[in-house]
């Protein structure tokens, strides 16, 4: 069967697909030592753990590393296990081994609500795209970094893969020792006996090659020494010294420099373009169309010596554009069709508890409320970049990716090569946020080099060209409804939403065959609305999925980070009208839900909720799950000239076992400054098909100065490990806008913040 149709024969009346897919068992990814490379003087012992002569470990990384501390973190739970110093371990890219692939990330595990562990048995539909993603990740062995999912992807196999390393280098100390195993004791890396013989990993790694461990287990929680301490992040002094290498830092012998200029409106292409002037600048080389998949001409790229000299050569360039088939793209007429699909449409139920209908035609009083969030732009620090060099009919890249392995088999589709003939050099990001988890860039560079007679080419976009040109978060509305009883209960919550799908989107750009009218329901469009740990007796859940046209992405905590904003904002609507303080009316929803009742509370307990605040301060509380992590934040914020001021946020956090501390309150505090930059100045527009914000003097970010203190505190769990990157993203908008609230009386329905 073609692939559509098999997927398509998969779905059911519903169009979603009651299954879950598990968790590939983490001794199946141990891989085989040839998945790494074979350096003189290093043994592999598995496809993830190399040992080398001096007793250094080599780990293969197989996550990019984009601020969020991953390589320290994974070098961690490899240290743990191995009983090594984390200075002992060094990284080597890892390769496109399907052991790498990030399991957790792309395959649907939630064949249940969350909550079902507590007590609550709410059954929850996979839906068709998360399966066709998971069929993705299985395919393709997608090596991805994202979704705040690599510790936990790795927490089990990573372990285990050093677990069995050091098993097995223990029985070739004691082969070729002679003494009985049992004897044998590992400390920073060095085997010791009694009989006083000691040596480093390094002497055994040969022996240990061939040998195969059985039933290796893993160390008891009680005897780690490295996870769940404050580790220093080894990455700290290369990015404070400048020698840290990002995207941009590449520099390669007789390297020439690019930059493109793609079509002003949206979706628009290039008819015509004259380089004469251009060309007759200094240090100018060429000018050349650049093609996309469809074969449409979306701009042009100028190669010269520098890129400044390719930026001003750019700029000279007279060009003809067309416009999109469809018309112009305009963000005032979308927010229009969004509210009239949500009115008119019932869009697709991703979950549904007792009879919300019901509920509603008996009510004594509806309480209805529409709440809106704008389209975003990724905005990372450092823009898109990528080097690529072809020679001698191979590709070499150097990107800041999150997708290695789809940055490879891009830029071998582009060059026309198999994709052995691609190598790919995964450098430091300087953000990421979801942005990279395209590779638009890399077929630019790809094309680019094809045009460069043989030399490196490092592609870079302007601020401009990053702004305009993004896979933007996309614009939702949503209509919530609560139904109020005689006696002033809340008897049921309806919530429906609008806006378009990324996963399909994404999924069309990743696999062509999926293009065209296959669209299925996507999780990321209801994900924090269908999965609310509140209580009411009747809730009803849909989200009416639509295509606007405007390119679309992931972007950090997807669908939570406007789904939160709505759903908080109006449960703080539904305490006022029922005449109950804020976290107390939570608390009683929260009966059947512990862990997120302990999570709010000690939030509120760090905040001291209710206790005075200074004059013209006021506190608001929001609570959020996503990616596996509960997070309640209260954010203390006053009025300046009118406009919100936040000046601490107090986030409490249950995020399952943490490995590094420090790296959690790092990223809850990277989330919260994230979060600020979205809730006060976060906004796309589009005007006749022209995005409006083109560098950081529209679409400004939060500085120092508009900082609030941050405190994390972190509920201890034994649980497995969820995501840290993203969950502390959702919970501050509304927590803002219900401080907002008590300060003026006016509901803020709208992001961004106008007042």
Known sequence: MKRRNLILSGLGVSGALIVGWGVLPARSRLGKSSNMLPIEGEVALNGWIKIAKDGGVVLAMHRSDMGQGIHNALSMLVAEELDVSLKNIRLEQAGQDSIYGNVAMFVGTLPFHPLQSEGVNKPFLVHSGEWIVGKVARELGVNATGGSSSVKDAWEHLRIAAATAKASLRLAAADQWKVPLKELKVKEGVISHASGKSAHFGEFAQGAAAQTPQNVALKDRKDWTLIGQATARADVPAKTDGSAVFGMDVRLPNMVFASVVQAPQMGGTLISFDAKEALALPGVLKCIQLTSAAGSAPGFAVIAKTTWHAKQAADKVKSQWAQRAEGAIDTKRIESELKAKLK????????????????????????????????????????????????????????????????????????????????????????????????????????????????????????????????????????????????????????????????????????????????????????????????????????????????????????????????????????????????????????????????????????????????????????????????????????????????????????????????????????????????????????????????????????????????????????????????????????????????????????????
Not at 484 to 512: H, N, Q, T, Y
Request: aromatic share 8%; proline share 6%.
């Open 344 to 755: 008119a449409e019932k869009g697709f139920t991703f979950y549904e508890h007792g009879d919300a209908s019901k509920a509603e035609s008996s009510a004594a009083r509806l309480i209805e409320a529409q709440y809106k969030a704008p389209y975003l732009a990724h905005a990372t620090m450092e823009p898109m970049n990528c080097t690529a060099h072809l020679k001698g009919g191979s590709l070499e890249i150097w990107a800041p990716t999150q997708v290695p392995g789809l940055a490879r088999a891009t830029a071998a589709k582009v060059a026309h090569l198999s994709e052995d003939k691609v190598k790919v050099n995964v450098t430091l990001l300087g953000g990421g946020f979801g942005r990279r988890l395209e590779t638009d860039v890399v077929a630019q560079a790809t094309q680019i080099a094809m045009a460069a007679d043989g030399l490196p080419v490092q592609l870079v976009w302007s601020r401009e060209e990053d702004m305009t040109h993004d896979f933007y978060r996309p614009m939702h509305v949503a209509q919530l409804t609560a139904a109020m009883s005689a006696k002033g209960e809340v008897e049921s919550l309806r919530i429906k939403s609008a806006g378009d799908a990324i996963s399909p989107r994404w999924m069309s750009r990743v696999l062509p065959a999926l293009s065209g009218p296959f669209d299925a329901p996507d999780k990321t469009t209801a994900e924090g609305l269908f999965d609310l740990p509140y209580g009411f007796a009747n809730q009803h859940m849909a989200h009416v999925s639509t295509r606007m046209g405007v390119p679309i992405g992931f972007w950090r905590s997807v669908g939570h980070s406007h789904n939160a904003f709505f759903s908080e904002s109006f449960i703080d609507e539904l305490a006022f009208e029922t005449k109950q303080e804020p976290l107390a009316f939570r608390l009683t929803l929260l009966k059947q839900a512990p862990r997120y009742a302990a999570v709010l509370k000690l939030a509120a307990e760090k905040a001291k909720w209710g206790e005075a605040l200074p004059a013209g301060h006021a506190h608001g509380v929001a609570l959020h799950e996503s990616f596996g992590s509960i997070v309640a934040q209260v954010a203390e914020v006053s009025l300046q000239a009118g406009k919100p001021r936040v000046h601490r946020v107090v986030c409490a956090i249950d995020c399952g076992t943490v490995v590094n501390p420090a790296t959690v309150a790092q990223q809850v505090e990277s989330s919260v400054n994230f979060a600020l930059t979205a809730a006060l100045f976060g906004n796309i527009d589009i005007q006749e098909g022209v995005v409006q914000q083109t560098n950081f003097s529209n679409y400004p970010l939060v500085q120092m100065a508009q900082s609030p203190v941050v405190e994390t505190w972190i509920v201890p769990s034994t649980q497995s490990p969820e995501g840290v990157g993203e969950p502390a993203v959702p919970p501050l908008a509304p927590a803002i806008a219900n401080a907002m609230f008590k300060l003026t009386g006016q509901r803020v329905r709208s992001l961004p913040f106008k007042s």
